[in-house]
């Protein structure tokens, strides 16, 4: 087992390695874009790098061309494939004219279409015809097969032309062909629209797709104006408004069909895209109806086109209509017949209907008075619509004394209220925190013969819970099980749970829920609603038993609660909501469990909530599930959130793991999104209990020695670990006195040997081996003047004992070639101090001396070198203090 292995000398030889590709050098590239004013980004660098290979790519090729002009292996083999594929097309010839040829004799064949008969004898001659043929004869049971495989998994490959709702359309008999006559193939008009409707629904389709024409002309119909009303129409109540838009551009883009166009069916078409809420796509139909005298819009079209605007809220838009129709046409405009052809019209009551719709959005409650000032001007007289509509818009402006005043007008002006309007009411009511108005005004509908609708009692019991009234509501839920048209309960004890936690009224949520199970059973959504409920509120257990009893009841082990539950599936919300309601009481384990459950069950964790959730299951032990929450997020498409990425490159660092750091540092920094310098201090001094001074200063070493991004977020890293690994040393900035003790020893054994520095705050102590001379020992002591926290200059007693540290406190400033001797004789160059130290004003001389002495032996210990093991450990303890203290920046 442990002996080598002789290679066996059958085996054949090796391939010989192929030549390494062209890589252009990047360093030349920034730097000509530099040269030329260019700022270097990593598309430009890659396009560039892409041109520099093309162009290599091409030379190559000519001078191999030009030094070797005989046929290269992959010329031969391309010849010998256009040589074979010559071959086929000769012998495809031969066998389409000897089919051909039978025809002709014998009648019309049906060879190549397997859902059709092949005639045994036509077989036979076939495979007489065709020497290569070796196979079995067909069976009838294979070519179900092939229909049923067709059908379900191949159906894209038909042509989409086939219909298969009749058993024996693949194998009919003779007496049974169909006939392929596309006028022939319906029975009536109305049954080839319904067809042709049928067939666009089935999939989203452009009239730009290649079978989209085929499908239109297969359906045998002529286009008549009646047959596209009609299917526009069929489209719009399937929901397919692409397809509607298609049918009518296909058709009327034809060069022969441009002068049928139909205003009728352009109108259709606005109010199939009104139904759809796609504003845009009918406002650009609108401007292509004003560019055309033939499709000119008439009234029912600027209704359709306002009643759209108005619904979507663009109130600038519908103005713009408005005055359109008050304009004459456009002197450009197609197909121009009449010169005195005025088509003016004058906005109507729909069209300012439509304006207090858009307003209602906006809270433009200044655009109710203009309406009313247009209605009295043109002489329309306000219906029970545009009263409800200005309530409405002073209910959303919260003018909630204007609602009352609009309702009193309508009164007035003998406009019979209906249940909507009355739902103003009631809204407004609550919103004031008049509860007994809002019931008495329901009450007030009920005695007047108005009939309610559900919305009213719904939008009172909502408001009855809110203010903890949930047994009163319910009185309104019994009035609501009395109507035919209705939400489901489920939905309505949803609504009124979630109302009641609005409220506060946490004990009321629990006694709706309760009553509701006596009633119907709750949906998915109401499991979420108590959910919310739980988790919102320390309910931990609660939640806990709701979301496994759910979970059981989708399973079927466990058919019900108390009776009521039916088949429920948790969907992405209940998993969201448990992970909340877990994180909120720092129950982790079971946070993991129900993160695991989501995932098997093919749910994604939503960037907009869970980011934080994770980060802090990752700092309580849970980062497991952070790694598998990225990968998650890199493969399906999505960039992971900026808490993310910190996170994981903070647990990177804490595991040593500096190549992970690296890594993730360069992934982040093509981000879309960038972190600035401030931020990264901001998040380190957050972590700043897990996140030792030591493991910034390996980060830091472990990113600079790394080929790392050159992008803003990276550099901004960089910049903020040597700020903070730096504010150790760099001390100048704070208020503290030094005791500095020099001491110097005739020789060095095995070697250099240092004693450490040590920090102590707000006094800090050093001690440093300064060579002399060849046999000296010198011990020297000095007084260094700081700044007290009172601002004043404070002195600390020291003797001085030896002339060499006179030398060094009165060393030269402006020298900085000085360099420090160790005891191995070699030359450890000082780093230039005008870059650790700030200009001072001549008075202040003698401190900004001591400030730049302490500076010079704070770098004397960096550049001699320290015990290695003492520094990490004297790092690593280094007190918070040195830090900034601002406040953290959530992203």
């Known amino acids: 087992m442990g002996g080598s292995i002789v290679p066996s000398p059958n085996l054949p030889p090796a391939p010989s390695p192929s030549p390494s590709q062209f890589e252009p050098n990047t360093e030349s590239i920034k730097r000509k874009l530099l040269r030329k004013g260019v700022h270097p980004t990593p598309k430009i660098i890659r396009t560039l790098t892409k041109r520099e290979i093309l162009k290599h790519n091409r030379k190559t090729k000519l001078q191999s061309q030009s030094e070797t002009p005989s046929l290269t292996a992959s010329d031969l083999q391309s010849l ?157 109540k399937n929901g397919n408004w692409r397809q509607a838009m298609a049918v009518v551009q296909w058709l009327y883009g034809n060069k ?174 609550w919103e004031e925190g008049k509860i007994n108005e809002a019931v008495e005004t329901v009450r007030d509908m009920e005695k007047r013969g108005v009939i309610g609708t559900a919305s009213v009692y719904y939008e009172l019991a909502c408001c009855l819970c809110k203010n903890g009234r949930w047994q009163d509501a319910m009185v309104e839920v019994d009035k609501i099980k009395k109507l035919s048209t209705r939400k489901p309960l489920e939905i309505t004890f949803t609504g009124l749970i979630m109302a009641s936690l609005d409220g506060g009224y946490v004990d009321g949520c629990i006694s709706i829920f309760q009553y509701m199970k006596d009633h119907c059973a709750p949906n998915i959504g109401t499991i979420n609603a108590m959910l919310r409920v739980y988790g919102q509120n320390d309910m931990f257990s609660k939640a806990k038993e709701l979301f496994e009893k759910t979970n059981k009841a989708r399973s079927g082990s466990y058919g019900s609660l108390n009776g009521k539950f039916g088949n429920l599936t948790p969907d992405g919300f209940t998993y969201s909501l448990m992970l909340e309601a877990s994180a909120s009481a720092h129950q982790w384990e079971y946070f993991e469990y129900v993160y695991r459950e989501m995932a098997l069950c093919g749910y994604q964790l939503d960037q907009s909530k869970h980011p934080l959730l994770l980060v802090e299951a990752s700092r309580a032990g849970k980062w497991h599930l952070l790694e598998h929450a990225f990968e998650a997020f890199l493969e399906g498409g999505e960039i992971p959130h900026p808490l993310i990425f910190t996170e994981m490159l903070i647990q990177a660092a804490l595991k040593s793991n500096y190549e992970k750091a690296v890594t993730l540092v360069n992934t982040m920094a093509q981000a879309p999104f960038q972190v600035s310098e401030k931020q990264w201090i901001e998040l380190f001094v957050k972590n700043g209990d897990r996140v030792t001074q030591g493991c910034l200063v390996k980060l830091l070493d472990a990113l600079s020695s790394s080929e790392l991004s050159s992008e803003v977020t990276a550099l901004n890293l960089l910049r903020s670990l040597q700020s903070l690994c730096g504010s150790a040393l760099a001390t100048t900035s704070m208020p503290f006195a030094i005791e500095v003790t020099v001491k110097s020893e005739p020789s060095c054994n095995n070697g250099e040997t240092y004693d450490s520095e040590r920090l102590n705050i707000p006094s800090i102590s050093g001690n440093i081996m300064v060579e002399k001379g060849p046999s000296e020992a010198t011990e020297a002591s000095f007084t260094v003047l700081s700044l007290g926290n009172d601002g004043k200059k404070k002195e600390n007693g020291v003797t001085v004992d030896a002339d060499s540290m006179i030398n060094l406190l009165n060393y030269d400033m402006e020298d900085s070639t000085r360099d420090f001797a160790d005891c191995s004789g070699k030359q450890a160059p000082l780093l230039n101090l005008d870059e650790y130290t700030k200009d001072v004003e001549e008075s202040e001389t003698d401190l900004a001396v001591n400030d730049e002495i302490n500076g010079a032996i704070f770098i004397a210990f960096s550049e001699l070198g320290e015990d290695p093991q003492k520094e990490e450990n004297e790092a690593e303890t280094a007190p918070r203090e040195l830090w900034p203290t601002v406040q953290v920046l959530e992203y």
Not at 130 to 145: A, I, M, P, T, V
């Open 256 to 429: 022969e069909r441009k002068d049928f166009k139909s205003r009728f069916v352009y109108t259709k078409l606005l109010s199939v895209l009104g139904k759809a809420r796609r504003p845009q796509e009918a406002l650009r139909i609108f401007k292509l109806m004003l560019g055309d005298c033939l499709i000119y819009p008439d009234l029912a079209a600027y209704h359709s086109i306002a009643v759209t605007l108005g619904q979507a809220g663009l109130l600038k838009e519908l103005l713009n209509i408005i005055e359109c129709m008050r304009q004459k046409p456009s002197k450009r405009i197609k197909n121009m017949r009449h010169k005195k052809w005025e088509p003016m019209l004058e906005p109507d009551l729909v069209v300012y209907n439509a304006v207090l719709n858009a307003c209602v959005p906006l809270h433009q409650w200044k655009g109710v008075s203009w309406v009313f000032e247009q209605l009295r001007k043109s002489g329309m007289r306000p219906n029970e619509a545009t009263y409800g509509l200005a309530m409405e818009v002073m209910l959303q402006s919260g003018k909630y004394d204007l609602v009352h005043e609009f309702f009193r007008k309508m009164k007035r002006s003998g406009e019979a209220p209906r249940a909507l309007t009355y739902k103003v009411l009631v809204k407004a009511f």
């Open 80 to 236: 010998a494939e256009q040589s074979h594929f010559l071959t086929l097309k000769r012998e495809y010839k031969r066998f389409s004219k000897a089919i051909n040829s039978k025809t002709e004799r014998q009648g019309p064949s049906l060879v190549g279409k397997p859902w059709e008969r092949i005639e045994e004898a036509k077989l036979g001659d076939l495979v007489s015809e065709n020497e290569e043929f070796y196979g079995e004869s067909l069976k009838r049971e294979n070519l179900k097969d092939l229909r049923e495989m067709f059908q379900e998994d191949l159906r894209w490959v038909l042509d989409d032309d086939v219909d298969v709702e009749d058993d024996g359309w693949l194998l009919p008999s003779n007496k049974q062909e169909r006939d392929l006559d596309p006028s022939k193939r319906w029975r009536n008009e109305k049954e080839a629209i319904r067809f042709l409707v049928d067939r666009l629904s089935e999939r989203e389709i452009t009239e730009r797709h290649w079978k989209f024409a085929r499908i239109m002309k297969q359906s045998g119909l002529q286009f008549t104006e009646w047959q596209l009303l009609r299917i526009v129409e069929g489209l719009g």
